[in-house]
């Protein structure tokens, strides 16, 4: 059964920094893609960021330069370093794997920028 834990999350200040995980269990992990997903209050939960098993990466625009995703196969394991972070960054962020039909989420972390 594939399991998806995040870590990480927390309160910072705008311009600070955070770094999330996400542990992946019960997959090969370095069979899949893996994506950041984030939804803030009021909001449809978005994409954030995605790696491919090829080490492709994609960005959201209000991400681009300031975020920044890596895989570690040998961990399974799946991060994302956030850094200039902004309010409008609060959201509660989500790890997804895309299996064919079936997808799958951890249970998210929480990420709260306000000064």
């Known amino acids: 059964q594939v399991q998806l834990v995040e870590s990480g999350g927390g309160f910072v200040q705008p311009g600070g920094s955070l770094r999330l995980s996400c542990a992946a269990s019960?997959?090969?992990?370095?069979?899949?893609?893996m994506s950041w997903y984030r939804q803030a209050p009021g909001k449809q939960r978005e994409l954030v960021s995605s790696?491919?098993?090829?080490?492709?990466?994609h960005y959201a625009d209000s991400v681009k330069g300031r975020f920044m995703i890596s895989r570690d196969n040998a961990a399974n394991a799946v991060n994302l370093q956030m850094n200039s972070l902004k309010p409008e960054d609060t959201a509660v962020y989500y790890c997804?794997?895309?299996?064919?039909?079936?997808?799958?989420w951890g249970q998210g972390t929480q990420v709260t920028v306000s000064s």
């Open positions: 019960g997959m090969i992990f370095s069979m899949y893609a």
């Open positions: 790696i491919t098993r090829g080490g492709r990466i």
């Open positions: 997804n794997v895309d299996q064919g039909s079936r997808s799958y």
